[in-house]
């Protein structure tokens, strides 16, 4: 059974930094579709991000310039750097997987397994 365990949320202050690191817990994690979305109180869960298992890899357009994807197969796990954070960014970050052969830019209809969520609180 796939699961999911994101962390390294917490309280920043604006401008500051954080990285969500998501573990998942099969072995054929390298050949998966990876995900960070986010949801704000009384808002939908929104895409952030995406990484393909070649890398590949897609930011929206309101986070681009500030936060990264990445991934390290050998630890199967998915990052998410986030710079110049903003209160805005407030949200809880989740993270998800597919195995289907689609692009990085692919929103939540995709993704099978979903991770419990970290907080991030951005103050200013």
């Known amino acids: 059974q796939v699961q999911l365990v994101e962390s390294g949320g917490g309280l920043v202050q604006a401008g500051g930094s954080l990285r969500l690191s998501c573990v998942a817990s099969v072995g054929t994690f390298s050949i998966s579709m990876m995900g960070w979305f986010r949801q704000a109180p009384g808002k939908e869960r929104e895409f952030i991000a995406g990484?393909?298992?070649?890398?590949?890899?897609y930011v929206v357009d309101s986070v681009k310039g500030r936060f990264t994807i990445s991934r390290d197969n050998a630890k199967n796990t998915v990052y998410l750097q986030m710079n110049y954070l903003k209160p805005e960014d407030t949200a809880v970050y989740y993270c998800?997987?597919?195995?289907?052969?689609?692009?990085?830019?692919?929103?939540?209809?995709?993704?099978?397994?979903w991770g419990q969520g970290t907080q991030v609180t951005v103050v200013s």
């Open positions: 990484i393909s298992r070649w890398s590949s890899t």
């Open positions: 998800a997987q597919t195995f289907k052969l689609v692009s990085p830019t692919s929103t939540s209809d995709v993704y099978d397994y």
